[in-house]
């Protein structure tokens, strides 16, 4: 039964900082892209980035670029997200996800899911 554990969200003033973690199990990383999704209330799932599992590429959502940078961990299982700079805009239940189409932002592509972290930035 493949599993995707999300941690590291938290509460964070404006201009702060978090690295959300996405672990991985069984260890079938290499087969698929990854992609961090979130959702603010009352707002619909949005793609904020993606990572390629051949070549590493990666691909980022407009309003987080410079700011997000995603990265994986093969010999842990993991996929991270760091994030700097945060705006409010950017509170919401942050999601990764797992699937076959490298770059997509829609959330109907992807066949894994995790639970989601909240992330809550204040102003």
């Known amino acids: 039964q493949v599993q995707l554990v999300e941690s590291g969200g938290g509460l964070v003033q404006s201009g702060g900082s978090l690295r959300l973690s996405c672990e991985i199990s069984p260890s079938i990383l290499h087969y698929y892209h990854i992609a961090w999704f979130r959702q603010a209330p009352g707002k619909e799932r949005e793609g904020v980035s993606c990572i390629n599992s051949v070549d590493e590429r990666t691909d980022y959502t407009d309003s987080v670029k410079g700011r997000f940078t995603i990265s994986r961990d093969h010999a842990k299982n993991t996929v991270y997200l760091q994030m700097i700079s945060l705006k409010p805009e950017d509170t919401a239940v942050y999601y990764c996800?797992?699937?076959?189409?490298?770059?997509?932002?829609?959330?109907?592509?992807?066949?894994?899911w995790g639970q989601g972290t909240q992330v809550t930035v204040s102003s």
């Open positions: 996800a797992m699937g076959n189409i490298f770059g997509s932002w829609y959330p109907h592509e992807y066949d894994f």
